[in-house]
T-cell receptor
Framework: EAQVTQNPRYLITVTGKKLTVTCSQNMNHEYMSWYRQDPGLGLRQIYYSMNVEVTDKGDVPEGYKVSRKEKRNFPLILESPSPNQTSLYFC?????????????FGPGTRLTVT | RKEVEQDPGPFNVPEGATVAFNCTYSNSASQSFFWYRQDCRKEPKLLMSVYSSGNEDGRFTAQLNRASQYISLLIRDSKLSDSATYLCVVTSGSARQLTFGSGTQLTVLP
C-alpha cells in the first residue's frame, strides 16, 4: 500500500530532551516536507527537500533540523525542544521535485513539550 | 497580511444546500493552486487542483481568478460526509513551497 508513515504518533516530552520524528514514504517520491499545524494558524512549512541531500528552510525552521540521506526517509529533529514546539506535525511527499503536485500526508505526530 | 486568507467559518448548512468558499492569495507569482480537505485530527487530502479554466469533479467546482488573486470552491447538493475543514493551498513562485490557508470549517446538518 502506497503510504507515508510517521513515528511516533504521540509523544510527550520535557524541555531540552532531544527527539526525532521519523517519516518514511514508499512511493519513490522526490519531494518531502514537514509541516506543523496550530489552531488558527493552519499548516506551516518547516523544511522541505526536493531530492536526496537537498534540503531547504520553509517558513518556520527555527528549532528544527532535517536530513535526507535516502530518498524514502526524511526525519525531523528537535535538538532542544521547547513548549512552543507543542503542535501537530505532518510529513508529506510528492512525486516530483517541486510542490506543484499532490501532496501525500502522513497520519500526523502530536507532540507535547512540557 | 496573510499570504493565503480564508473565511474560517464555521459554515453550518442543511443537507442538499449549495455552499461556496473563497480564498485570496497575495503572491501574484504563485503557480499552482489546490483545495485540500481535512477531517478532524486527520491528515489533509487533496480534493482537487484548481486550473485557470476552472474545473469540476462531480458536485465540486473550483475556479481561479488570477487577476483578482482569488480561488473559489463550490459544493452542490451537500452531503453529511462533506463535513470537514477545507484548506486553500498555493505554491510559491518557484513552486518549491506550499502555503496553506488556515481553513474553512463546514458542517452539513441533517
Amino acid at each position: 500500500e502506497a503510504q507515508v508513515t510517521q513515528n511516533p504518533r504521540y509523544l510527550i516530552t520535557v524541555t531540552g530532551k532531544k527527539l526525532t520524528v521519523t517519516c518514511s514514504q514508499n512511493m519513490n517520491h522526490e519531494y518531502m516536507s514537514w509541516y506543523r499545524q496550530d489552531p488558527g494558524l493552519g499548516l506551516r512549512q518547516i523544511y522541505y527537500s526536493m531530492n536526496v541531500e537537498v534540503t531547504d528552510k520553509g517558513d518556520v525552521p527555527e528549532g528544527y533540523k532535517v536530513s535526507r540521506k535516502e530518498k524514502r526517509n526524511f526525519p525531523l529533529i528537535l535538538e532542544s525542544p521547547s513548549p512552543n514546539q507543542t503542535s501537530l506535525y505532518f510529513c508529506a511527499s510528492s512525486k516530483t521535485g517541486t510542490a506543484s503536485y499532490e501532496q501525500y500526508f502522513g497520519p500526523g505526530t502530536r507532540l507535547t513539550v512540557t | 497580511r496573510k499570504e493565503v486568507e480564508q473565511d474560517p467559518g464555521p459554515f453550518n448548512v442543511p443537507e442538499g444546500a449549495t455552499v461556496a468558499f473563497n480564498c485570496t492569495y497575495s503572491n501574484s507569482a504563485s503557480q499552482s493552486f489546490f483545495w485540500y480537505r481535512q477531517d478532524c485530527r486527520k491528515e489533509p487530502k487533496l480534493l482537487m487542483s484548481v486550473y485557470s479554466s476552472g474545473n469540476e469533479d462531480g458536485r465540486f467546482t473550483a475556479q481561479l481568478n488570477r487577476a483578482s488573486q482569488y480561488i473559489s470552491l463550490l459544493i452542490r447538493d451537500s452531503k453529511l460526509s462533506d463535513s470537514a475543514t477545507y484548506l486553500c493551498v498555493v505554491t510559491s513562485g518557484s513552486a518549491r513551497q506550499l502555503t496553506f490557508g488556515s481553513g474553512t470549517q463546514l458542517t452539513v446538518l441533517p
